[in-house]
T-cell receptor, first 116, second 113 residues
Framework: DAGVTQSPTHLIKTRGQQVTLRCSPK?????VSWYQQALGQGPQFIFQ???????QRGNFPDRFSGHQFPNYSSELNVNALLLGDSALYLC???????????????FGPGTRLTVL | AQSVTQLGSHVSVSEGALVLLRCNYS??????LFWYVQYPNQGLQLLLK??????LVKGINGFEAEFKKSETSFHLTKPSAHMSDAAEYFC???????????FGQGTELSVKP
């Protein structure tokens, strides 16, 4: 079992550019959540995808958008990058669809985005 | 709104000493509570979780935490610190099934030889 994988591991962009980050969930999982972790801070929830739709969204601007594919993998897109978007972006997968009382989120290693 | 407060951004202990990392939460409904560990340049690994039932929860690597509703606390402890415990620790709360995790600011644990 490969666990949650993310690509790329590191990325450097300049202000105003657009970026796409990718996530493959753990085998058997159908839900993907994205978090932003700024340096020295705890992760902050961006949004969650289930059945190819955005199920929940945190307090992030519309510049942050996402997508989930039929194979449950997901992308996070950020437009018009700002210096403040520099952070570690974490993807977490879980299995909402199995009706369990609790759905543990498994985290990937993250993508380190630097905006210059 | 739910929130998590971790007291102490940095804790330093000697190898073999007790580890105590503090976490208080705010929630209007019964919470699910978690402790995650993050090693440098890595993602988050679940140490332990409280959902329902026994309030003393045992996790991996000898860590445990006790849910105290009256104190709205979920402190993490380990009787004897090991050098390999040096990492960042995050307390988190979730208040609906499958919902978003709300994290504290994190506590960096240093272990001195």
């Amino acid at each position: 079992d490969a666990g949650v994988t993310q690509s790329p591991t590191h990325l450097i962009k300049t202000r105003g550019q657009q970026v796409t980050l990718r996530c493959s969930p753990k085998s058997g999982h159908d839900t993907v959540s994205w978090y932003q972790q700024a340096l020295g801070q705890g992760p902050q929830f961006i949004f969650q995808y289930y059945e190819e739709e955005e199920r929940q969204r945190g307090n992030f601007p519309d510049r942050f958008s996402g997508h989930q594919f039929p194979n449950y993998s997901s992308e996070l897109n950020v437009n018009a990058l700002l210096l403040g978007d520099s952070a570690l972006y974490l993807c977490a997968s879980s299995s909402l669809g199995q009706g369990s009382s609790y759905n543990e989120q498994f985290f990937g290693p993250g993508t380190r985005l630097t905006v210059l | 709104a739910q929130s998590v407060t971790q007291l102490g951004s940095h804790v330093s202990v000697s190898e073999g000493a007790l580890v105590l990392l503090r976490c208080n939460y705010s929630s209007s409904v019964p919470p699910y509570l978690f402790w995650y560990v993050q090693y440098p340049n890595q993602g988050l690994q679940l140490l332990l979780k409280y959902t329902t039932g026994a309030t003393l929860v045992k996790g991996i690597n000898g860590f445990e935490a006790e849910f105290k509703k009256s104190e709205t606390s979920f402190h993490l402890t380990k009787p004897s610190a090991h050098m390999s415990d040096a990492a960042e620790y995050f307390c988190a709360v979730i208040t609906n099934q499958g919902g978003k995790l709300i994290f504290g600011q994190g506590t960096e644990l240093s272990v001195k030889p």
